[in-house]
């Protein structure tokens, strides 16, 4: 394998008496910097970006501060979301409602989970099957975002589309 070396075989093994010097070899390894958040994430209001040719996925949506009505632009992207369930009628889906880290952890989890309500009946009145469908809060646990300021915070209001196998 690279990298490893053999142990000495007995008849190899050298004795170093404390009066030899010895050297000291110093093997730096270059590891480029890559920051946590150089993850791409979509910004809200933004248009996603479109996956490769042929494959369809489910894109999130985003909300203002402390509202879960769905916005114009986050419609048309439900609406852009539907491909994926044309492509895959009988797949379920888990809606994940999150938030940002403003508030109490109980009023994000009902927020949150008002959120996933909103996509959930918005799809369902587009035509996607309810049974299809199951929502969840993680309120303000799970940022995509770990930053504190405001393009954070918005990145963080989400409804979150994850298929179930």
Known sequence: MKGEVA???PSEVVKVTPEEKKEEVVVKKEVPEVSPLE???????????????????????????????????????????????????NEKVRIE????????????????QKRADAAKSFLVDLGVREELLETISYGKERPIDPR???????????AHFEPLK
Do not use: M
């Open 148 to 158: 504190h300021n405001e393009e954070a915070w918005a990145r963080n209001r989400r």
């Open 39 to 89: 993850k791409k994430v979509p910004v809200p209001g933004a248009a996603p970006s479109a996956p490769p040719e042929g494959i369809v996925s489910l894109q999130d949506i985003h909300f203002d501060f402390d509202r879960y009505n769905i916005r114009p632009q986050d419609a048309e992207i439900l609406k852009k979301n539907l491909e994926w369930f044309k492509r895959n009628p």
């Open 7 to 9: 142990p000495p075989r």
């Open 97 to 112: 409602g999150h938030c940002d880290e403003r508030g109490t952890i109980e009023y994000n989890l009902v927020l949150g």
